[in-house]
């Protein structure tokens, strides 16, 4: 038997003598395509979107805030440093003024107990010592001889005042101003408010507010810092400094304060007699330092400083800036030195 008659005698014959074409074997995971990506819809594109839009505005938000607390922050800091240096100064004027009160310098004394009571009302001791000065200058003040005023035999009903004094006295005053006497102006202001407070009331008040607020000017412009600051207050009390005559007594009191920092702190030295020169540079004090000098000496003493706290890198920067300002080849050697060191 051949090769094809076994092959008939194994295959299974099919039913009804039909044939039966099979199939071809298939693999779905080949035959059939992959199914199309699925498309997010429109609301969870939406979504999403909006969460994007959220999220950023929540970040700007966070970072907004936190601007702002720091600002606040930083407000609230120079605020205490401010008023710690309101305190510092009022603290060593009521030192100063009794001191001039033990060495018998009543006028200096006054001066300084005024400025305490202007910052500082509630500072302790200070109105009893104002009132002991006050006592002792009513005490010890020359008075002015006037003749002696004969007695009149007959009195009118209705007496006509005499103002031929006030009237002599005012314009003395207005001649002394004219002439720019400040000081004999003010005295002779005061004998007329003394003798008469009504007499041509608001007239003297700006009288007295020119004396004042020029005598002040020109205080400060001496190296009177102390007094210069005391009577541009004094004029306060009769009208509005003017712009200039506040940055006078502003930066007075600015030179002051850097000035009791001096060989204490010199950082804060730097910082005063930076805004001192930068305004007005040659204002000066009793010493005749101007503020450029004492800021280029602050420097320098700042600088020496870091550099003993081996902060060299910025002793340098400071020592550099005093080198700048100066010209002095001192400040340059020790800035190469302390350059050598930082690096």
């Known amino acids: 038997m051949d090769e094809n008659e076994h092959l008939d005698e194994t295959m299974p014959t099919p039913i009804g003598g039909e044939t039966i074409q099979t199939a071809p074997v298939s693999d779905p995971a080949f035959d059939e395509a992959p199914p199309p990506p699925e498309k997010p819809s429109g609301k969870r594109w ?19 805030v936190g601007a702002f607390l720091g600002y606040r922050q930083g407000i609230k800091e120079r605020t205490q440093f401010e008023a710690a240096q309101v305190e510092s100064a009022v603290q060593e004027q009521y030192a100063l003024g009794v001191q001039d009160m033990e060495a018998g310098r009543y006028e200096i004394a006054r001066q300084r107990f005024e400025y305490v009571l202007e910052n500082a ?5 200070v109105t009893d010592r104002m009132a002991e000065v006050l006592l002792t200058l009513n005490a010890t003040a020359t008075p002015t001889a006037v003749p002696p005023t004969p007695t009149p035999t007959e009195v009118p009903l209705t007496p006509t005042p005499d103002l031929r004094g006030e009237a002599e006295l005012f314009n003395h005053a207005e001649n002394l101003i004219a002439d720019r006497q400040w000081t004999e102006a003010i005295e002779v202001l005061e004998t007329l408010r003394m003798k008469n407070p009504e007499y041509r009331a ?9 004396a004042y607020r020029n005598r002040g000017a020109e205080n400060i412009g001496a190296g009177n810092l102390e007094e210069g600051i005391y009577d541009l207050t004094m004029a306060e009390q009769f009208g509005v400094l003017d712009a200039q005559a506040n940055g006078y007594r502003t930066w007075a009191r600015y030179y002051l304060t850097g ?9 804060q030295a730097v910082y005063y007699f930076e805004q001192v020169a930068a305004q007005y540079p040659n204002m000066h004090d009793g010493t005749g330092w101007t503020a450029s000098q004492r800021y280029i000496e602050a420097l ?4 020496d400083w870091l550099d003993g706290q081996g902060e060299w890198c910025a002793a340098e920067e400071y020592y550099n800036a005093a080198y700048e300002l100066s010209g002095n080849e001192a400040y340059r050697e020790a800035r190469d030195i302390a350059s050598d060191n930082c690096n």
């Open 46 to 64: 939406r979504f999403w979107l909006a969460a994007g839009f959220v999220a950023v505005a929540a970040l700007v938000a966070f970072i907004a």
């Open 121 to 125: 009302p509630n500072y302790p001791g």
């Open 202 to 210: 608001i007239d003297v008040d700006g009288m007295f507010f020119v």
């Open 259 to 267: 000035a009791s920092f001096w060989g204490l702190d010199w950082k």
């Open 300 to 303: 320098a003493g700042y600088a």
